[in-house]
């Protein structure tokens, strides 16, 4: 077994694939929850609402905000340290996450063209806002990161057979080729599992099947951490 072998497949933005080879699923179950549950983050959490007269209810206007990604340096902040933001906007137009300015020259909104509120004529929103220091085993907010894996497939031929050219173009992906005459999985990253292949076969001659000790792992970062 190979052991602590980690490839980066790619990376562009904030998106992220690694093959990791030489463990399990345990492992990397825990790996996953430690990135969504214990890297502390910015949210905002507590609100002084001082005028909202636009369509949305406050309690709805602050899940929305909750939802904000808000980017710092966080090796600056403990866990319940907060920042002092303000929101105010007047109508008619949209109310976009830009318009929420820090007083932290360190923390500002990750996404500056999330819609907020649609606010008409004479309509405002004026509020001070507690971005709090958290991590996602509290609230979802919290999370820095969407995080999971799956294992990397492998093709067993159980039952050999002279003609696999059918079988390969059955392939959805066309990961499948024929070299030698024996059927060959080339891209094991690019096979979804979908299961054509072996509906193409009489019972039992090939087997899709996942490999233990392989993983493909996935971040997509909201841009806080």
Aim: charged share 25%; with cysteine; glycine share 6%.
């Amino acid at each position: 077994m190979v052991k602590n072998a980690v490839k980066e497949l790619d990376s562009k933005g904030n998106r992220t694939r690694l093959l990791i080879k030489g463990t399990n699923a345990i492992v990397m179950n825990a790996l996953r929850r430690t990135i969504m549950a214990d890297i502390p983050t910015l949210a905002i959490e507590e609100l002084s609402i001082y005028e909202n007269s636009g369509p949305l209810f406050d309690e709805f206007l602050a899940q929305r905000l909750a939802l904000v990604p808000l980017k710092a340096d966080l090796d600056a902040f403990s866990e319940g340290d907060k920042v002092k933001l303000t929101l105010e906007a007047n109508g008619p137009g949209t109310v976009y996450s830009k318009q929420i300015k820090s007083t932290d020259a360190g923390v500002e909104v990750v996404e500056k063209n999330i819609p907020l509120a649609l606010l008409k004529k004479d309509q405002h929103v004026r509020m001070e806002l507690n971005a709090v220091a958290g991590t996602g085993k509290t609230h979802a907010k919290w999370q820095p990161a969407i995080v999971s894996y799956k294992n990397v497939p492998e093709l067993r031929i159980n039952k050999d057979k002279s003609e696999w050219e059918s079988v390969a173009k059955a392939c959805p992906p066309k990961v499948l080729s024929v070299k030698a005459k024996k059927l060959v999985l080339e891209d094991p990253l690019g096979c979804t599992m979908c299961g054509a292949c072996m509906d193409h076969c009489r019972e039992n001659e090939i087997s899709i099947v996942p490999d233990e000790t392989s993983f493909v792992f996935y971040m997509e970062s909201f841009g806080g951490a």
